[in-house]
């Protein structure tokens, strides 16, 4: 399979590509579930609320930080996170302005 030509398409686009891609797996919505509803940075719980294991768990808390959805702290020898609040705000004005577009009714 090929790359992906993303240098031919808006930045607006390949942004609204790249936070799709990170909210295509149940296991990163489950996270951000998780620590929207503790509403506070969340440190080891989450393994044993999920059910991952570790590693995958470290790996979707990667892919999720590396959009700026959440955000890590170091406290002693574990990382909390949190909802990068001003991210969260700007991810959602971005899928909104997406997802509000008015359509043709008169398609098909």
């Known amino acids: 399979m090929g790359l992906t030509k993303s240098e031919i ?14 909210l ?10 998780f620590i929207i509803k503790l509403n506070t940075c969340v440190c080891g719980d989450l393994v044993k609320d999920i059910g991952l294991a570790q ?9 999720l930080k590396k959009v700026g959805i959440i955000k890590g702290t170091i ?3 574990s990382v909390c996170y949190c909802i990068h609040q ?9 899928l909104n302005k997406f997802l509000n577009q008015n ?4 398609c098909c």
């Open 9 to 22: 398409f808006t930045e607006e686009q390949n942004e609204i590509a790249a936070i799709a891609k990170v």
């Open 55 to 63: 590693p995958t768990i470290s790996q979707h808390l990667k892919e």
């Open 24 to 33: 295509g797996h149940p296991a990163r919505i489950a996270i951000l579930e």
């Open 103 to 106: 359509l043709n009714e008169n």
């Open 86 to 94: 001003e991210d969260w705000s700007k991810i959602k004005n971005i």
């Open 75 to 77: 406290e002693g020898t």
